[in-house]
């Protein structure tokens, strides 16, 4: 019976994520620059039918391994070249995630606890966004998750609690990082290193320091990247691996393309990022005597993962929000935690988490509220903004019905719900309730406000790109990077830097200024027009929410 009522609650699961994550996929354009980073990658290998090399215009591109394209080359060759398909496999990935937390659940604790993760993941704001993205870390997630879960089964305790310590597991968690590594690059070693190294440190006085299994795991982690990198050398004899170790380096010591912030940086996404498991993990802090090993074996290395991942990426100087994405698991694993203690444990419910969840929940969804209220009346606002180019981007024509506020309001109602219950002490009710609360917001808010957001901010030139597709021409960005111009145009190898056997770096000077062979359309930001407009070979076509055409058309058709 027991088995029957799994399996049921496995299609469940596997229903509710199809629902949550697969609709609407395309709704949006992709997002500069990781999305379409790497669905252009995935795009290029089609077009070039290299398989191993990843290149971005057609030049061997060293910061990322190929695993997550792969991935997003089967789904574009399924579905087109086109945002589903590039979006497509995570959220595969993000039912495969649920189903994952659940079965371990089950297997560390009870069915109750599976669905409280599960409920967990799928209503804390970025781990639930993250499965409708094309970015590579959902992936890469989840191949970290499994890593340190294989290593805590090498120090689960079985049955009769005779210590018998199965090396296989050692060997699993290996091949798990190696994937990791392959999917993003040498971190996905690191962390999982890190968080076992810390373990063991914590537990010295009762372990030995496991060194056989450390050099079998460090063994193992780069196979599959070296591999790949042996056959792309021998079939392409594309060198990317000092780049690619520069690049590493360069994230860890150095603000990578603007992307700097504060020590607290990610402090702050997760807190905001995660909530409401945020806030409910808190009350997981402290041992619980009531856990049987296992569970206190899991639930220590999910605290650590959670401290090194904290630690690591505030050291990084490159700060971008997806960088402590590897502690979602064990943030909504914490969070699952302390319900599941709340609810069928001794763990007592606390009026300061109360608190917290009023002060976050209401100041998140006031500020929502206002933000789109601000959006629908941005007019108003415009003459207060001096940016030239920010002011030509809030110019922009977008259609508001003007009561999409009513989302944050529906947001504020619920967290008003939860509370409600709360203080009843109807915990179960409360919990469902702000969980279910943040899933449906990213319901309401992805297929209603993000398009319109996407209107102010990057609409305008891929517009103007997607015209110009097939077109037998150049199309380029002046002043800015983006990989807009390669995606949605469908750029063909003839028009590019690689092709004319030019420099990568000199392709904007040939462009604007060699002898070129068809047209050229340039995209600039109207605060940078004057200087490109001093370069006689451009002419003005027109301007458009902050972003200026030009064109080339003084040419050589050879």
């Known amino acids: 019976m027991k088995e029957i009522e799994s399996f049921k609650y496995y299609l469940l699961i596997i229903f509710v994520g199809l629902i949550l994550f697969v609709p609407l996929l395309g709704n949006v354009h992709l997002f500069d620059w990781d999305e379409i980073n790497f669905a252009e990658a995935a795009r290029e290998m089609i077009e070039t039918k290299d398989y191993l090399t990843v290149r971005i215009d057609y030049e061997p591109f060293h910061e990322k391994p190929p695993l997550f394209i792969w991935l997003q080359v089967v789904s574009m060759k399924t579905f087109g070249v086109n945002e589903f398909a590039a979006r497509f496999p995570n959220a595969i990935i993000g039912v495969i995630t649920l189903l994952l937390i659940f079965n371990i659940g089950i297997k560390i604790f009870n069915q109750k606890f599976g669905m409280l993760w599960v409920l ?85 006085k009762t372990e030995k320091f496991p060194i056989r299994e450390l050099v079998l795991f460090s063994l193992i982690s780069p196979v599959l990247f070296t591999v790949w990198y042996a056959i792309m050398m ?123 969840i009023a002060v976050l929940g209401l100041l998140f969804g006031i500020l929502l509220t206002c933000f789109i209220w601000i959006l629908i009346n941005i007019k108003t606002f415009l003459p207060l903004i001096k940016d030239k180019f920010t002011y030509g981007l809030l110019s922009a024509d977008v259609n508001w019905l003007g009561i999409e506020y009513f989302i944050g309001i529906i947001y504020i109602a619920g967290v008003l719900i939860s509370l409600y219950f709360f203080s009843k002490n109807e915990l179960l009710k409360g919990f469902l309730t702000i969980f279910t609360n943040g899933a449906i917001l990213l319901i309401l808010f992805l297929p ?63 462009l604007l200024n060699g002898t070129i062979d068809k047209p050229a359309y340039c995209v600039c930001k109207n605060k940078d027009l004057d200087k490109y407009l001093k370069n006689k070979n451009l002419k003005f076509l027109f301007s458009k929410n902050g972003y200026v055409f030009l064109k080339r058309d003084n040419f050589n058709p050879f």
């Open 234 to 356: 021998t079939s392409s004899g594309h060198g990317t691996f000092q780049d690619f170790v520069n690049y590493q380096f360069r994230l860890m010591t150095k603000e990578d393309a603007g992307h700097g912030g504060p020590f607290y940086y990610h402090f702050v996404v997760l807190l905001i990022g995660c909530f409401p498991s945020s806030v409910i993990m808190l009350r997981a802090i402290l041992r619980n005597p009531s856990d049987n090993p296992n569970q206190r074996i899991l639930k220590d290395i999910m605290l650590i993962l959670c401290v090194v991942v904290l630690i690591v990426f505030s050291i990084v100087q490159t700060k971008i929000i997806h960088y402590s994405s590897i502690a979602y698991f064990p943030i909504t694993f914490l969070a699952a935690y302390s319900m599941f203690g709340i609810l069928y444990g001794n763990v007592k419910w606390k009026v300061s988490t109360s608190w917290l």
């Open 120 to 204: 967990a993941y799928i209503g804390s704001f970025l781990p639930h966004f993250y499965f409708r993205s094309g970015i590579i870390d959902p992936l890469f997630n989840l191949f970290i998750f499994l890593s340190l879960y294989f290593i805590a089964k090498y120090y689960f305790i079985p049955v009769g609690y005779i210590i018998e310590r199965k090396v296989k597991y050692i060997f699993f968690s290996g091949i798990c990082v190696s994937l990791a590594v392959l999917t993003k690059g040498p971190v996905g070693w690191l962390i999982p290193f890190l968080t076992w190294i810390v373990y063991w440190f914590i537990n010295r």
């Open 448 to 510: 209603i406000i993000a398009p319109k957001i996407e209107k102010y901010t990057q609409s305008t030139p891929i517009e103007f790109y997607l015209k110009l597709k097939g077109q037998d021409c150049y199309v380029h960005s002046l002043g800015f990077k983006s990989y807009s111009p390669y995606f949605y145009t469908l750029k063909p190898y003839s028009q590019s830097a690689a092709s004319k056997g030019i420099p990568h770096n000199e392709y904007e000077s040939w």
